[in-house]
């Protein structure tokens, strides 16, 4: 009992409730994977990939194709013995998210087998999580209104999308800062700064006695020196996201001492890149965030999951699944607004 005995793969589209605007890309809908393991005593697991190549280079036409190679590849494994489908799914170095989607679909499948939830299963640190919710570039006007409604709704911990303009951007935080008082700002450019131009966003934000919490890829993945530069000349802790996609950028992150947060995203590493990751910022004394793509609730499940069983996140920015039209929830956790719990 416990053997995989097939591997499905299937296409499918949600549609954003509004377009969803980051520097240099604009969203209104997300193709995902959805990968479905099948055990032999009947069991099923389900993980999703969310491809991206604007960070990872995927494309989903490309991922599709891979159905055949995971099953030839993983069927007949027991799921009981799952680091052994890790290592085998390592070496699917171009294809992260659907790495990352096989890889938790086997730890559903296994979760479902033996009747104790994956975050347990992952060590079970915490049995709750908060989570940001995202403010993306509009019109100025928009999005104050929208930080505005964040808050209202319960928010505490709010993502603010810069990187286009820096003028106006620094005109939004301190609007923002005005109207959502006693919150925490995750700021994330996107590598849409230079080194200078972020150092300057950081000092006016600073000197209008604003905080922010963390300051997410301001400059380019491959800049690690203007990422060091703008670490060494900011109040704030600054984070690597593109720069930091496996296990091997976040080693020379550590060895280059050039961030203070890491964001572990499923899609860019897998499950077992990102728990490496997690033991390599422990030991180096750095922080971590977690994040996502445009995974829907069943891929947002496999981030909540992870980050419950082993509760090494300061911040959880876990949100694209609200920001999706869904037909049903399938993630096995419930949201009360900001808070995360797991469903027992």
Same mark, same amino acid.
């Given at each position: ?5 097939? !591997? ?7 549609? $954003? ?15 995902? !994977? ?9 069991? +099923? ?25 995971? #099953?030839?590849?993983?069927?007949? *494994? ?31 499948? $296994? ?13 079970? &640190? ?6 940001? #919710? ?20 319960? @928010?505490?911990? !709010?993502?603010? #999308?810069?990187?286009?303009? =820096? &003028?106006?951007? *620094?005109?939004? /935080? ?6 959502? +008082?006693? &919150? ?6 996107? %590598?849409?700064?230079?080194? +200078? ?10 000197? /209008? ?11 380019? &993945? ?6 060091? @530069? ?46 490496? !990751?997690?033991?390599?910022? +422990? ?9 996502? %793509? ?18 090494? $996140?300061?911040?959880?920015? =876990?949100?694209?699944? =609200? /920001? /999706? ?10 949201? #009360? ?8």
């Amino acid at each position: 009992m416990g053997k995989i005995v097939d !591997i499905k793969f299937t296409l499918k589209r949600y549609n $954003f409730y509004k377009p969803f605007h980051i520097v240099g890309s604009i969203s209104s809908e997300a193709t995902n !994977i959805e990968v479905e393991v099948t055990l032999d005593s009947g069991a +099923k697991g389900y993980g999703e990939a969310s491809p991206s190549f604007r960070v990872n280079g995927e494309r989903v036409e490309a991922l599709l194709q891979f159905e055949n190679f995971v #099953k030839e590849t993983i069927t007949g *494994i027991d799921v009981k013995n799952y680091r052994k489908i890790f290592d085998i799914t390592d070496k699917m170095f171009a294809t992260p998210s659907l790495k990352a989607a096989v890889q938790y679909a086997v730890l559903d499948a $296994f979760s479902e087998e033996i009747g104790i939830p994956v975050y347990q299963i992952l060590g079970g &640190a915490k049995d709750k999580i908060e989570t940001d #919710k995202t403010v993306g570039i509009d019109s100025f006007k928009n999005r104050i209104e929208e930080a505005k409604s964040i808050y209202n709704e319960g @928010f505490r911990v !709010i993502k603010i #999308k810069v990187g286009e303009n =820096l &003028a106006e951007d *620094i005109e939004v /935080m301190e609007a923002i800062f005005e109207v959502t +008082k006693g &919150a925490k700002y995750i700021v994330d450019a996107n %590598m849409g700064y230079t080194p +200078k131009q972020a150092v300057e966003f950081i000092k006016k934000v600073y000197n /209008m006695g604003i905080d922010i919490s963390v300051f997410e890829q301001p400059v380019l &993945a491959n800049d690690i020196d203007g990422l060091k @530069f703008v670490r060494f000349n900011s109040p704030f802790p600054v984070a690597a996201d593109e720069s930091a996609r496996t296990k091997y950028d976040v080693l020379r992150l550590i060895k280059e001492e050039a961030v203070d947060y890491i964001n572990i995203k499923l899609m860019k590493s897998g499950i077992s890149d990102a728990l490496a !990751i997690v033991e390599m910022a +422990k030991a180096a004394n750095l922080q971590l965030m977690i994040g996502c %793509m445009s995974e829907s609730s069943v891929g947002i499940n496999q981030s909540v999951h992870f980050a419950l069983g082993t509760g090494a $996140f300061n911040f959880h920015d =876990l949100d694209s699944h =609200l /920001m /999706m039209k869904e037909e049903i929830f399938r993630g096995k956790f419930e949201q #009360k607004i900001s808070e995360i719990i797991p469903k027992e």
